[in-house]
């Protein structure tokens, strides 16, 4: 037998897959041409699918401070930061964070899924009981097996389901964490924070929300959705990527806990790994200051976000939650979604496709994710693109229903 | 042991009729029915039923076992011992 013989089932689910048409799992960017462009096998393609919310991939202060912190300081640490020292520009990315979030202190990461690892085990332990909504990202799930807790889940953005479940909890030896998301990746919808909070707080558990995707989306400032519900105080730790709306790679956790730093000698997905890339780490603290500097920036995000959700369903798509920058359109099967999304790249529009077991309750998703960046002419464009393969869709099915 | 015997065979009951939906080929479900394999209920699936038996028993069942879950039977005696310690 061989060693990867395991995986064969889901080779030959992808092998079907490329018989349909392009690797939806693994498409080639032959040139990334700005923050919403990119030519795809020779195609000037408008890119819905990036999740670059605010479009400060290519902002000329943040790529000029990344060719500076290079050129200056090199292009790698080569070690990590407990055995081989932090960088000041380290410890300024992580204070740029704590400004902007009213946080105490935060730690950064070299990964949004790092953080998440390095928070989840850091601050629960094998006697502790985690509690993770259902349809927690993969980074949320991987960081509670590796933290050794006991784990419950509870259904999708229901605190009364979380009451029920805490209530029998009898664990008394350890404390419960309670994980959600801000923004949910795949279908776009929004946890009820305050409501959470009256549950964590009934029950003496600590509140963990990863706000990956609602950061610099959510909220007057951009906080996430703490900030939009106004619940910042009641969040004991917040944990985020740089690899969204803040245009580069990386990850943070960040509280008001007084012992808060003792992360950083406890938490081994933070203590043994190689600390982020100067460049890497300088574009953060540039984008941080953008958006402080620009709140416009996240009212051009929802006008855009509006835009593609009020076309989009105006052709009649099903769209799984509110419109937000994460429109996920539903579609019938597994078939179907793999046409639209080929087709799609074939007219120059790039989507997620997104399909079980990646998704919740088995649905089949093309995801768009919105940028401030789009022009309004790229959003009609892209409503316009999906109205055609639409219409060639529901042909095929009357000529083979005939 | 005939009141855990009965206990037992209502369980497999219920849980056959959790797995139903996900029985499009209508094969008979039996306790050394594979979940995955026979029935290609994926992870994310197996977590749902899960939680679905969680809620018939109030009962719960950390999803770290889930790991160990291949067979009907194998939730079927991870509920028993749920209900048993509760």
Redesign the interface.
């Known amino acids: 037998m061989d060693i990867l013989d395991k995986y064969g089932p889901i080779a030959e689910r992808r092998d079907s897959l490329l018989q349909v048409g392009l690797n939806p799992f693994g498409l080639r960017m032959d040139k990334i041409l700005s923050p919403t462009e990119a030519l795809i096998n020779g195609r000037k393609t408008i890119l819905v699918g990036t999740n670059n919310y605010l479009g400060l991939t290519f902002d000329p202060d943040c790529i000029e401070a990344g060719c500076e912190a290079m050129r200056e300081q090199g292009t790698g640490t080569t070690g990590s930061r407990i055995a081989n020292g932090s960088y000041a520009l380290h410890e300024e990315l992580e204070q740029a964070i704590a400004r902007y979030l009213k946080c105490k202190s935060a730690i950064v990461f070299p990964t949004g899924y790092q953080a998440n690892l390095g928070m989840i085990a850091g601050l629960a332990g094998p006697k502790d009981t985690i509690l993770l909504d259902a349809d927690s990202h993969a980074s949320i799930y991987d960081g509670c097996r590796l933290s050794g807790a006991t784990l419950i889940r509870f259904r999708h953005n229901d605190p009364a389901d979380l009451d029920r479940r805490l209530s029998r909890l009898k664990n008394e030896e350890g404390v419960a964490l309670v994980i959600v998301e801000g923004i949910y990746s795949m279908l776009g919808d929004i946890a009820p924070l305050k409501e959470f909070i009256e549950v964590k707080k009934r029950h003496g558990a600590f509140l963990l929300v990863d706000e990956a995707h609602s950061l610099g989306v959510m909220g007057a400032h951009g906080r996430g959705v703490a900030e939009a519900c106004g619940v910042e105080d009641d969040v004991d730790f917040v944990a985020g990527t740089f690899s969204k709306s803040l245009g580069a790679i990386g990850g943070f956790g960040a509280s008001n806990h007084p012992h808060f730093d003792r992360l950083r000698y406890c938490s081994r997905p933070y203590m043994f790994t190689a600390s982020a890339s100067p460049a890497s780490v300088v574009t953060v603290t540039k984008a941080i200051e953008k958006i402080e500097q620009d709140p416009g920036l996240i009212d051009k995000l929802w006008r855009n976000a509006n835009a593609l959700y009020q076309g989009l369903s105006d052709l009649g798509f099903e769209i799984c939650s509110p419109a937000s920058p994460v429109i996920a359109v539903r579609l019938s099967d597994e078939q179907t979604a793999v046409f639209f999304w080929n087709r799609l790249v074939e007219e120059g529009v790039y989507v997620n496709l997104a399909i079980p077991p990646g998704t919740p309750n088995g649905v089949c998703l093309l995801r768009c994710s919105v940028s401030a960046a789009h022009s309004e002419a790229q959003i009609e464009e892209v409503c316009g693109r999906f109205e055609k393969i639409l219409r060639e869709w529901e042909a095929q099915k009357a000529s083979a229903s005939a | 042991m005939d009141e855990m015997q009965n206990n037992s065979d209502s369980v497999f009951q219920d849980i056959c009729g959790f797995l139903e939906q996900y029985n499009r080929n209508k094969i008979e479900i039996t306790g050394s029915t594979d979940l995955n394999s026979d029935l290609n209920i994926?992870?994310?699936?197996a977590?749902?039923i899960?939680?679905e038996v969680?809620d018939r028993y109030?009962?719960?069942i950390?999803?770290?076992l889930v790991a160990d879950m291949r067979t009907v039977d194998d939730l079927v005696s991870a509920v028993q011992k749920q209900k048993e310690a509760g």
Do not use: F, Q, R, T
Request: charged share 35%.
């Open positions: 994926d992870s994310v699936a977590m749902d899960i939680m969680e109030d009962i719960d950390p999803i770290n």
